[in-house]
């Protein structure tokens, strides 16, 4: 696990060091302090990195670039902040926790094993999937989203329109932000629930969701029971 | 609410005056008067060769005595018991004749010069009935000119009923002082707030103008009451127009300070002369003067007030229409009349102005009150705003939970700034040493949660001077979170102070690497906080820079004395 801490109070960053050594142990590889927003962006994009602990307001300087640039990354971010009333506009982005300022060692370890289970989302608050285009972060809305394919480290998001965009994010990671409208219906496949139009069983046991474009993707034999349930 | 009871008060005296001066049918018709030097009791009767009369006497010197002779047809005989009366506004001392009786003496005429001032120049006297029967009669006056000799047979000459003749001057008269003390209790309103706020000298000239008002009706109205001899005319003319001469200036002059143009004070120097001029000619000329004073003060305010209207100064559109309101009163009406009503008038539109100015105070006033309440309030949110806050408290819960001493140590610093900013809260200005002692508190929490060596510096610094609470602190929060630390993580602020006779100084530098340029929102609103500061206790008498250094950070305050 490697992990980078943003944040410019030096006590703070202390702790939070302090802490996630403690609750992750020996898987933990490396954790690095940074306190300054150039910096961070500069550090995200020549490591790889797994979880990046973020605050939004680093020496009086605006951390919302800092946030998109993050989320459109493979790995997970969580917001360390004073400001409880930015909590909404991380979750509409795509963090995994938000935990507010003071924080207990319980409150953060809370937000850190989130990042080890397969919980499904706390919120189903997010509205963006951040993408990473040339230049740019393009900000994709959740109701474009159909559904997602994954494509080993990444994932390709199948939209409405017909497009398909590609994460960086793993198809485990973004099943961690995706609300409950959202289904992981195969090991390579979440799906929204209320584009399937109907299950189709082929020859074999092979079950295929129909969908309401005309796509047909594959249920997982492990998956079909528990949303057939679900459907009827 | 005396401003909302004058115009009231004006309308009244505006229509009583127009009412009183309708008139009753005339009685009688005058003829020609004749006049002849010398003195002959005989000239007296009512019949008399008089054709070899004088029709007008340029001179008469030396208070000689003279006749004059009018003829007079009584149109309708008077009611029995009701006597006409014969009002006369004569130059000189007299004795009347009516159809050879003797029925009035004003005075000594022939002997002025010996005997002291007697008679008056209003009189009334009643006309006995039996000699006022319908038809013609003669009205001849003994009289002597001794003070103004040039000044011969000007006479006004009114028959009427007799109480009527009396009643009626009381109850013009009486109106008029109604009019003229409503204006001196406005005037007397207005000095005082004026005395109040010495600053507004539009309520002043208000004010003097309404006493110059109230002065004039006086002097014109109480002729009807105090005796006044011919002789002494001339300078209650003259009292008279001084006064109308201050109105005549005052009025342009305020609507100039109300509506202001390029050039105002050549033009009003060039006014003044003007009026200067109007005032000094001929010193009997007095109806000349009076109306190019007037019809000057009309047409200077009625250009300044159209400029006024043209630039869409606030109010001018209604003083305008005031000012051409009396305006078609002078035009349409006689001078008299027009003169009170116009100047009522124009004083109403003087009036709305002053409303507006005091009404634009009060708004300023009040602003200034939600500003200082605004001020105080980011004052004391500058230690519960999350930024500080939460930080504050989330590196408290650490040390304690680490360092449990240490962590105590913390919380005292902390009390020690939230006393301070108690302390300070509610006031605009602090002692220095006290916003000194508020940055050296704030500098231990930060060493606590940065664990950056801070050092503080002052030179120069006089205890004896006052600054705004929070300004300093609000430099130094500044430099905190925008600094990042030298080598031997540490960042140095230094507060200099310099005066001289022409301002005071004080210089905050920060030491530290990777200060960047003020751009965010938080700094902005520290800056703002500390510029609302300065004017609110210095007004415009401050400057203040804010700029980057090659060690860091530099911030200028100068307050002009």
């Known amino acids: 696990m490697d992990i980078l801490i943003v944040e410019d109070e030096s006590r703070i960053a202390k702790r939070v060091e302090r802490m996630t050594r403690d609750f992750f142990g020996n898987t933990l590889n490396s954790v690095s302090h940074i306190n300054t927003l150039r910096e961070a962006l500069v550090f995200i994009e020549n490591n790889a990195l797994d979880l990046v602990l973020l605050d939004l307001n680093l020496n009086g300087e605006d951390g919302f670039d800092l946030l998109t640039v993050a989320v459109a990354e493979s790995f997970q971010t969580i917001i360390i902040s004073a400001y409880k009333d930015q909590a909404i506009t991380a979750f509409e982005y795509g963090v995994l926790d938000f935990v507010p300022k003071p924080f207990s060692r319980d409150r953060l370890e809370q937000a850190l094993h989130r990042v080890t289970s397969k919980e499904e989302a706390i919120t189903d608050m997010v509205r963006f999937l951040a993408v990473k285009k040339r230049q740019r972060i393009q900000l994709i809305s959740i109701e474009d989203l159909v559904y997602i394919r994954g494509a080993g480290a990444y994932t390709e998001l199948f939209l409405a329109d017909g497009s398909k965009e590609l994460h960086d994010k793993s198809l485990e990671k973004l099943e961690q932000l995706l609300s409950n409208s959202f289904e992981r219906i195969h090991k390579s496949y979440i799906v929204r629930m209320s584009e399937v139009k109907g299950i189709v069983v082929k020859s074999g046991s092979k079950y295929l969701a129909e969908l309401k474009n005309g796509d047909f993707i594959p249920i997982g034999r492990t998956k079909y029971k528990a949303l057939k349930a679900k459907w009827y | ?561």
């Open chain 2, 1 to 561: 609410m005396n401003l909302r009871s004058l115009p009231s008060l004006l309308l009244i005296g505006i229509l009583l005056l127009s009412t009183s001066c309708g008139q009753a049918p005339e009685v009688f018709k005058e003829h020609q008067t004749v006049y002849q030097i010398g003195d002959n009791p005989t000239w007296a009767k009512k019949v008399l060769n008089d054709g070899n009369w004088e029709r007008r006497m340029e001179l008469i010197p030396e208070g000689e005595i003279f006749w004059s002779r009018t003829r007079i047809d009584i149109l309708k005989a008077p009611e029995e018991l009701r006597p006409y009366g014969l009002q006369i506004d004569a130059y000189g001392e007299y004795e009347i004749f009516w159809d050879g009786v003797m029925i009035g003496k004003n005075g000594n005429p022939g002997q002025e010069a010996e005997l002291p001032p007697e008679g008056e120049l209003w009189i009334t006297y009643s006309i006995p009935t039996h000699l006022a029967t319908e038809g013609e009669h003669v009205l001849a006056l003994r009289l002597s000119n001794y003070y103004f000799p040039d000044h011969v047979g000007q006479y006004e000459i009114e028959i009427a009923d007799y109480e009527d003749l009396l009643t009626d001057m009381l109850i013009k008269t009486s109106y008029m002082h109604v009019f003229a003390g409503a204006f001196l209790i406005v005037s007397i309103y207005f000095l005082f707030l004026f005395l109040n706020n010495r600053k507004e000298y539009p309520t002043l000239i208000f004010s003097v103008c309404c006493f110059f008002i109230c002065g004039l009706v006086l002097i014109v109205f109480s002729k009807d009451y105090v005796s006044i001899h011919y002789s002494v005319h001339v300078i209650r003319l003259q009292i008279l127009n001084s006064f109308l001469l201050g109105i005549s200036f005052l009025i342009p002059y305020y609507f100039s300070m109300q509506f202001p143009y390029a050039r105002r004070r050549l033009s009003l120097i060039l006014y003044a002369v003007l009026l200067i001029f109007f005032w000094i000619i001929s010193d009997h000329a007095f109806n000349y003067k009076t109306v190019g004073m007037v019809l000057s003060m009309l047409i200077f305010s009625f250009g300044i007030v159209t400029y006024g209207a043209y630039k869409h100064a606030r109010g001018a559109r209604l003083v305008l229409v005031t000012l051409l309101m009396s305006i078609v009163v002078f035009l349409a009406s006689g001078f008299v009349v027009s003169l009170y009503t116009g100047l009522g008038l124009i004083l109403l539109g003087m009036l709305y102005l002053l409303a507006l100015n005091i009404k634009d105070q009060r708004l300023a006033y009040e602003s200034s009150l939600v500003q200082s309440t605004r001020l105080r309030l980011e004052l004391l949110k500058k230690n519960i705003q999350p930024h500080f806050l939460m930080n504050t408290l989330t590196s408290l819960i650490d040390w304690v939970e680490e360092s449990p001493k240490k962590g105590v140590l913390f919380i005292e610093a902390l009390a020690k700034e939230f006393d301070l900013f108690n302390q300070i809260e509610d006031q605009t200005l602090i002692p220095i040493a006290q916003e000194i002692a508020l940055c050296r508190a704030h500098i231990e929490i930060m060493e606590y949660r940065k664990e950056i060596n801070y050092c503080w510096e002052e030179e120069g610094i006089d205890i004896e001077q006052t600054i705004p609470p929070g300004t300093l602190h609000t430099l130094l929060e500044n430099g905190i979170t925008h600094s990042l630390p030298l080598e031997g993580n540490s960042i140095k602020f230094k507060l200099v102070y310099e005066s001289n006779s022409d301002y005071k100084c004080y210089t905050f530098l920060t030491f530290a690497t990777g200060v960047r340029q003020a751009t965010s929102r938080e700094e902005g609103t520290g800056l703002r906080y500390i510029k609302a500061r300065l004017t609110e206790s210095y007004q415009s008498k401050w400057d203040f820079v804010s700029e980057p250094t090659d060690h860091g950070w530099k911030s200028v305050i100068k307050i002009y004395s």
